[in-house]
């Protein structure tokens, strides 16, 4: 097996995991949001040097078998609202206020189509009908349209759309330099529910140009070092697929889904029956479920608020992070959700930051160390941090310093347990595994705080999104709506999906003899969500009476090299030597003495108590009073919470 490497491209850091047989390594680089193709390059040299001990792009290329990549470009594009202006076309006398029902739809379609909607009555003769697409088309872009969205409900919503491609692709031929770029609703998901289909529409359009541009830039730098294989982007569904064959709304939120992806191994490899994900980050933390081996999706994913006709991971996002903001209201603690991001960022970063934050008070507290900060490469001033502590959080609350940094420890821990308790309570018995920069550092604490007790910390906690990248596979899901159950319906359908799965995956370089194929039928009975597994060649053997939005689902799947985990051993504990003591501020506010483990020192086996730390080049796991760790066989930290003495 040649190389995997795996890329999770931040807001912060663009982070790789590097997969060589059985070593792994890992590194980060800031990332460039003016300009993403040069921290794709540049966590790839960062990337080789780390494997090799010396850059050799060249070298790494050629021994890679894949490429998988995630980025947000597309959830930035879509919190920050840039893109392309978009021109909607409906049907005629159909107000777009239907897709206006919320504020933060208003907000959205303001910023994408705002006044560019024209309608149109495809059911006039031939000729006018042309003659009012193409006064459409010219009217939209003469307001600036910049990309064009044919959306059309009803019974002949695909019909009728294929009437108006046929018009435009006449009248605007795509070899030209006037052709317009456009989008039919049908063509991206068969979807009757129109507001979920149209939104779904202008968010891949609103997001498409940005994307293209920098992901065929990537491509074509990978080009010139002649790779095996294409480069794969990682979905928002946990599939992977060529830049050719991917849709820009796949892209959103696939960082997060990387996470999932590797906590649904974990749980699986583990056999933990619900494992309860925190990802901490500089301004959320981001918490999600896999129970049974399943990770928890809202069947029509939300995009900032707005519901789309595609599934995705149900996270939720508490607005506490290593950068968000600590402020006094009304002689209380308040935490967030305003960041100061990585730029200027804490206080203690010394790049002109004057808000308190958590990494502030951490430092302070004796548990991050000014040092060895992001591998030393960032030397933290306690100055600063104390500065801003001492104003903005000890003097309006009228108490010192210790007293300030605990009381802000307290609210960030309450604030994070409050926001697990809503999948916690989704299962009998969680594990938590706590990952990200700052997850492993607040782990035990929020533990505790919302009465669990055991945590996982992945070795690779630093880069889990990244690492979890590496067990997705090349895969296409399509689906269709059923209007009429019946076993014809049911056969054309398959067969169209069956068609789309067969090119999809020729285009990818595969026969569909080398894939698998699974489908399933969805549907809703009594408010609630259904799946059944469905094989052509048996048939429909479940009645299906009083159900509602019945969809055929489609999953073709060419498998691809995945990292393994090591199975169970047994292992002799044995307790290590730390490499040195430091003091840190405890909760009763006096110093105490705890010993240090470096990360990299540990072999699977170690065990020991805490009060402790162990240090990795780019995270700290802090071991609170009454937890115990332990190193397995995958080098992954198991703590317990064993009770405080009493």
């Known amino acids: 097996m040649g190389i995997l490497i795996n890329i999770d491209n931040g ?23 003016y300009d993403l193709t040069k921290c794709f390059i540049e966590v790839l040299k960062a990337g080789s040097k780390e494997l090799y001990g010396q850059e050799n792009l060249q070298k790494l290329l050629a021994e890679t078998d894949y490429i998988r990549y995630s980025t947000t470009a597309g959830t930035n594009a879509i919190v920050q609202k840039k893109g392309p202006r978009l021109g909607l076309i409906l049907r005629e ?51 600036g349209a910049n990309r064009l969205v044919v959306s059309l409900g009803g019974p002949t919503m695909v019909e009728d759309e294929g009437k108006i491609r046929n018009i435009i692709l006449r009248k605007y031929p795509r070899h030209l330099l006037g052709a317009v770029p456009v989008l039919f609703s049908h063509e991206l998901v068969e979807d009757q ?110 995009i900032e608020g707005i519901s789309t006709p595609f599934s995705l991971c149900d996270l939720i996002s508490v607005g506490a992070g290593g950068s968000s903001i600590f402020k006094v209201v009304d002689g209380e603690i308040v935490v967030g959700p305003e960041s100061v991001g990585a730029a200027p960022g804490p206080a203690c970063f010394g790049r002109g ?51 300030a940094l605990l009381k802000m420890e307290q609210a960030y821990v309450k604030k994070i347990a409050d926001g697990l308790r809503v999948y916690q309570n989704q299962a009998d018995e969680v594990t938590l595994l706590a990952f990200g920069g700052a997850g492993p550092m607040s782990a035990c604490g929020v533990a505790r705080a919302a009465g669990i007790k055991q945590i996982i910390v992945p070795r690779l906690a630093a880069v889990f999104s990244a690492f979890g990248i ?34 999809d995956m020729f285009a990818e370089g595969f026969d ?64 290590p030597q730390p490499a040195y003591q430091k003091s840190i501020l405890h909760a009763v506010n006096q110093a105490v003495e705890v010993p240090v483990y470096r990360f990299d020192d540990l072999q699977p086996g170690a065990a020991g108590v805490g009060p402790a730390l162990i240090e990795d080049e780019y995270f700290t796991c802090r071991i609170l009073e009454g937890w115990t760790f332990r190193i397995n066989e995958n080098k992954d930290i198991f703590l317990h919470d064993e009770g405080r003495k009493s």
């Not at 060895?372 to 010192?400: C, N, Q, T």
């Not at 995945?562 to 044995?574: I, S, V």
């Open 470 to 503: 590496t067990f997705s596979d090349i895969a296409h899901e399509y689906q269709a709506n059923i209007v009429e159950l019946n076993r014809q319906v049911l056969q054309e359908k398959l067969d169209q999906l069956e068609e789309r799965a067969k090119r």
């Open 11 to 33: 807001g912060t850091f663009t982070d790789v995991c590097l997969v060589a047989g059985e070593q792994v390594v890992r590194t980060k680089t800031l990332t460039t949001p």
């Open 512 to 575: 569909i003899s080398e894939c698998t194929i699974h489908t399933h039928l969805s549907f809703f009975r009594e408010g609630e969500y259904q799946t059944i597994d469905f094989d052509k060649k048996d048939g429909l053997n479940v009645a299906l009476e009083g159900v509602s939005d019945i969809r055929l689902h489609l999953k073709v799947v060419k498998p691809i090299s995945h990292f393994k985990l090591e199975e169970n051993k047994e292992l002799k504990d044995y307790k």
């Open 93 to 143: 006398g159909v107000d777009p206020a239907f897709l206006l029902e919320g504020q933060e739809e208003r907000e959205m379609f303001a910023a994408m189509v705002d006044d560019r909607v024209v309608g149109i009555d495809v059911n006039e003769e031939q000729s006018k009908l042309e003659a009012r697409v193409v006064e459409a088309v010219n009217r939209l872009l003469s307001q």
């Open 353 to 403: 930051g004057t808000e308190p934050t958590i990494t502030d008070a951490y430092l302070l507290m004796g548990v991050l160390d000014s040092r060895s900060y992001f591998r030393g490469s960032m030397v933290l001033d306690e100055s600063r941090a104390k500065s801003a502590i001492e104003e903005k959080i000890a003097k309006p609350l009228g108490i010192g310093l210790e007293d």
């Open 193 to 302: 529910d129109d507001v979920k289909r149209t939104w779904g529409a202008l968010i891949n359009s609103f997001l498409h140009p940005g994307m293209e541009r920098f992901l065929y830039n990537a491509e074509n730098f990978l080009r010139e070092y002649r790779v095996k294989n294409p480069m794969l982007i990682f979905h928002n569904d946990g599939n992977s697929a060529r830049v050719a064959k991917t849709t820009a709304i796949k892209t959103y939120g696939s960082g997060p889904r990387g996470g999932m992806e590797g906590t649904k191994a974990l749980a699986q490899h583990y056999k933990i029956p619900a494992l309860l994900t925190l990802d901490i980050g500089g301004t959320t933390s981001d918490i999600g479920l896999v129970k049974a081996g399943q990770i928890k999706e809202d069947v029509y994913g939300r």
